[in-house]
């Protein structure tokens, strides 16, 4: 919680420390961002990424347990490659793709960082589930319970604790990644580096940037602690 109080802390006062920024950018009429509150920022930083993640936990974490299914092991190589991919496609490039279908804004940032984020889910998933050891299913199906009630009450709790730290990934992942949204009109807290990198101002992107890992390591010591339980 210390980084959560930080990060309060930080957002509240940012824009009483002109004294701090102007000694970092002593030559520059406007040392603090102001275009927008930094609590709109973070607010709409968060719901960016709330809303992505969402999107990839419920897709990545399907995807993965459909192949684990009997039925469905053929495609266990096809969604690996699928997700691995997703990673490995710069989210620079999925903007600049996604803009002319979806225009400017939340949207193509959103698209993005699901598909940025689906990969740690979907590996997850798939060690936790696989990870069950045979003999506990063999006795589940010996208790008479379904394949169904065996997922729901056996291998997801089971593998929770490993699929937990795929999601925590990939949130922390998106939470630096949701910046570059701001490129393309989104409101994120990249809004003050972008604004930094094109007038040059150093002072406005160390204010993105300490909100941007302060949320990530709040965001993370939360996850840490749900998968203490």
């Known amino acids: 919680m210390l980084w959560c109080a930080l990060l309060a802390l930080l957002v509240l006062t940012l824009p009483h420390l002109e004294g701090v920024f102007r000694w970092v950018q002593p030559n520059t009429r406007v040392v603090i961002y102001s275009r927008d509150t930094f609590a709109a920022l973070l607010i709409s930083h968060l719901l960016v990424v709330s809303v992505a993640s969402l999107l990839a936990t419920v897709v990545g974490m399907s995807a993965a347990i459909l192949v684990t299914r009997r039925w469905g092991r053929d495609f266990l190589p096809l969604v690996s490659q699928l997700a691995s991919i997703g990673q490995t496609f710069p989210p620079v490039a999925v903007l600049a793709l996604a803009v002319p279908a979806l225009g400017f804004g939340t949207l193509p940032t959103v698209v993005a960082l699901v598909l940025y984020g689906l990969l740690p889910i979907v590996r997850n998933t798939l060690v936790g589930i696989e990870g069950v050891a045979p003999s506990v299913l063999e006795a589940a199906r010996g208790m008479g319970m379904t394949e169904r009630q065996i997922l729901w009450q056996v291998e997801l709790p089971l593998a ?67 998968q203490r339980h």
């Open 160 to 226: 929770r604790h490993v699929i937990l730290a795929g999601i925590r990934t990939s949130v922390t992942i998106n939470i630096a990644t949701a910046a570059i949204g701001s490129t393309i009109g989104a409101q994120t807290l990249g809004d003050p580096i972008i604004a930094g990198i094109v007038n040059g101002n150093t002072a406005f992107i160390l204010q993105g940037a300490l909100l941007i890992a302060l949320l990530a390591l709040c965001v993370d010591s939360l996850f840490e602690r749900m």
